[in-house]
């Protein structure tokens, strides 16, 4: 029933933008904590966002703070990460899930709570 659709990746040259929309249905999404985690090729997940149900805390992992912010419409069910001056390493599949924390087993979430990703490839 839970389910969450990630949208917005796309190809971007270094310094460029990008918008990612998460869109959650089936659970009460207005009371999770929620989290944008990455994974490059070959390499290992990394967690790169939360934003708290509560009260609206953002964290950041510091290979991207002060470029990436992390926002949610509870309203519209979505969660957002606006990413600036991208860098090439920044190209990962990105996925929005239920927050587990830095070092949670995100792999260990149940498929609704793990969304099938958003490729971000930044390339010139």
């Known amino acids: 029933e839970a389910q969450l659709e990630e949208s917005g990746g796309g190809l971007v040259q270094p310094g460029g933008s990008l918008r990612l929309s998460c869109v959650a249905s089936?659970?009460?999404?207005?009371?999770?904590?929620m989290s944008w985690v990455r994974q490059a090729p070959g390499k290992g997940l990394e967690w790169v966002s939360a934003?708290?149900?509560?009260?609206?805390?953002?964290t950041y992992a510091d290979s991207v703070k002060g470029r990436f912010t992390i926002s949610r419409d509870n309203a519209k069910n979505t969660l957002y990460l606006q990413l600036n001056s991208l860098k090439t390493e920044d190209t990962a599949m990105y996925h929005c899930?239920?927050?587990?924390?830095?070092?949670?087993?995100?792999?260990?979430?149940?498929?609704?709570?793990w969304g099938r990703g958003t490729q971000v490839t930044v390339s010139s």
């Open positions: 934003i708290n149900a509560l009260d609206g805390k953002t």
């Open positions: 899930a239920k927050d587990l924390g830095q070092s949670g087993d995100y792999y260990a979430l149940p498929r609704g709570y």
């Open positions: 089936g659970f009460a999404f207005t009371l999770y904590d």
